[in-house]
């Protein structure tokens, strides 16, 4: 069944015609223009030739599967060194001059696969379409479950995106912006949440020859000359947060402090609250890492997250600083083989360090490389950096609260996951609650607020109690064949353990 197509739009083709040479100078038939025998025309269509698609959906989903399985690229499609983006080629499409739309499709696929084919995606049959200042790439995606025709995986962003001129007078639109779409997210049962920022994209095309015919009237000069350099676009994507967090009141102590709440002091007591990432522990209690999640040391499983109590530090309400440490370790397993994990995290002895509005989370990490198996121990790695209240932290009723703190993931913090995650990923947030007197009240509850990094889903199916196994038995570990595919790898949280942004969202298969 025929698809209803987008327009696209490269730019404003009148503006651009001069600067871009021949190759897409407006015919003399054009929208509104009479031919050589003065009869009016309708405005043609012109054809598109020869195209590109340099993109590659993104870099650190393509970094794990490297490391996990293999990338293979098929018919006539080809993949840069180093695990670099792919082009796909031969591009044909048409370029409407009434609207300045183009519609360009192109050849070849790529397979990604890994864990003995339980991950197994191909990419084919991809599209690229603009309309005004915004766009959408589309592909086929087959796994063992089925295809999904037309499925668009990006919105584009072309605001800020400058034509250039390539070799034999092609049109060149370089490190356009891309997105994830509603739909793609949608589709991974919103665990990977619309807007995430995949690899920008560059396209690539050649207008075919038109008849020879002279214009009745010179195209429109462009207001400036263009340029190749490319807007700008920023590597990792900080998820939109608000600038200010509510910070939510603990409840009052019924017996007066001994200590004016302003004072510095030492920290007596209090707890940290934190999941690490929510999509990791679907990953790592899912169908593909077939895992558990274990807490020991006096940490224990609290809502989506976990808990690590008696904090000890200090406090000081004039420097608006604080520095506590938390008891207890978290385990993360995953990958069995030969009655051992391969995916073997833990994180320990977690330090909240804050000055003002800036704060590190620190922890003791020991991981596994899943290749070598070698474990690699890191002492005091700066694991996330915090962004904290306007203000800083302060104590109220002898108590110092930190609600639903947004964290991201450092460069140093990337270690600790086998480069799964590039530095700037969003963590789940947390909330600290510390205690500078010994008769001040802690809040009795406090979950781990897992902020934007939600939607994940919680990891805490099984058995959750003081130093218990956490997920080992999901409701993600079952995955009958009715389970359709895209809410098959949603589930799984792959994509977001990864940090994919592999392209899945609807649309129908164009007719050749």
């Known amino acids: 069944?025929?698809?209803?197509?987008?327009?696209?739009?490269?730019?404003?083709?009148?503006?651009?015609?001069?600067?871009?040479?021949?190759?897409?100078?407006?015919?003399?038939?054009?929208?509104?223009?009479?031919?050589?025998?003065?009869?009016?025309?309708?405005?043609?269509?012109?054809?598109?030739?020869?195209?590109t698609l340099d993109w590659g959906f993104k870099e650190s989903f393509r970094k794990y599967i490297g490391a996990a399985g293999k990338i293979t690229v098929k018919d006539g499609a080809t993949q840069a060194a180093g695990n670099g983006v792919f082009t796909f080629v031969n591009g044909k499409g048409t370029y409407d001059m009434t609207t300045h739309g183009t519609d360009t499709a192109f050849e070849g696929g790529v397979n990604f696969s890994a864990h003995g084919g339980v991950l197994d995606i191909t990419l084919s049959d991809v599209k690229l379409s603009t309309a005004g200042k915004g766009g959408a790439i589309t592909a086929d995606v087959a796994t063992p479950q089925g295809t999904q025709n037309d499925v668009a995986v990006a919105d584009l962003d072309l605001?800020?995106?400058?034509?250039?001129?390539?070799?034999?007078?092609?049109?060149?639109?370089?490190?356009?912006?891309?997105?994830?779409?509603?739909?793609?997210?949608?589709?991974?049962?919103?665990?990977?949440?619309?807007?995430?920022?995949?690899?920008?994209?560059?396209?690539?095309?050649?207008?075919?020859?038109?008849?020879?015919?002279?214009?009745?009237?010179?195209?429109?000069?462009?207001?400036?000359?263009?340029?190749?350099?490319?807007?700008?676009?920023?590597?990792?994507?900080?998820?939109?947060?608000p600038t200010t967090q509510p910070t939510p009141k603990p409840s009052p102590s019924t017996t007066a402090t001994d200590k004016p709440a302003a004072d510095p002091g030492a920290i007596v007591d209090g707890t940290l609250n934190w999941g690490v990432k929510a999509s990791f522990r679907t990953y790592v209690t899912g169908p593909i890492a077939h895992g558990k999640v274990e807490t020991t040391g006096g940490a224990t499983a609290s809502g989506d997250g976990y808990r690590f109590p008696d904090a000890t530090g200090h406090f000081d309400a004039d420097k608006k600083t604080l520095n506590a440490e938390f008891d207890g370790k978290v385990r993360f397993l995953g990958h069995q083989e030969d009655g051992a994990y391969t995916l073997d995290l833990s994180l320990s002895n977690l330090r909240i360090q804050a000055d003002g509005t800036k704060g590190r989370l620190i922890a003791d990490v020991s991981s596994k490389d899943r290749e070598t198996k070698k474990i690699a121990t890191y002492t005091g790695l700066a694991v996330a950096d915090l962004k904290l209240p306007a203000g800083g932290p302060t104590a109220k009723d002898g108590v110092v609260t930190l609600s639903a703190v947004p964290a991201t993931l450092t460069a140093d913090g990337t270690k600790a996951f086998g480069g799964m995650y590039e530095a700037g990923e969003q963590l789940d947030a947390l909330t600290v609650a510390v205690a500078l007197d010994k008769n001040a009240e802690l809040p009795s509850t406090g979950g781990s607020s897992t902020g934007g990094s939600a939607t994940g889903g919680s990891s805490t199916g099984g058995t959750v109690g003081g130093g218990g196994t956490v997920g080992g038995s999901g409701a993600l570990a079952s995955t009958g064949s009715d389970v359709p595919a895209g809410a098959l790898f949603a589930a799984s949280g792959l994509i977001m353990a990864a940090g994919a942004g592999a392209v899945v969202v609807a649309r129908r298969r164009r007719t050749a």
Request: hydrophobic letters at 35%; aromatic letters at 4%; zero cysteines.
């Open 159 to 241: 605001s800020a995106v400058k034509p250039g001129q390539g070799a034999g007078g092609a049109m060149v639109f370089k490190d356009i912006p891309a997105k994830l779409t509603k739909a793609g997210s949608e589709a991974f049962n919103g665990q990977y949440q619309t807007g995430e920022v995949l690899d920008p994209a560059t396209l690539t095309v050649k207008a075919v020859t038109p008849p020879t015919e002279k214009p009745t009237e010179k195209p429109t000069e462009p207001t400036g000359k263009p340029t190749e350099k490319p807007t700008e676009k920023p590597t990792v994507k900080p998820t939109d947060r």
């Open 1 to 51: 069944m025929a698809a209803t197509r987008r327009p696209i739009a490269l730019a404003a083709a009148v503006a651009t015609a001069a600067a871009l040479g021949n190759a897409f100078a407006l015919p003399a038939f054009a929208a509104g223009q009479s031919g050589s025998d003065g009869a009016s025309a309708a405005a043609p269509t012109m054809e598109l030739k020869d195209g």
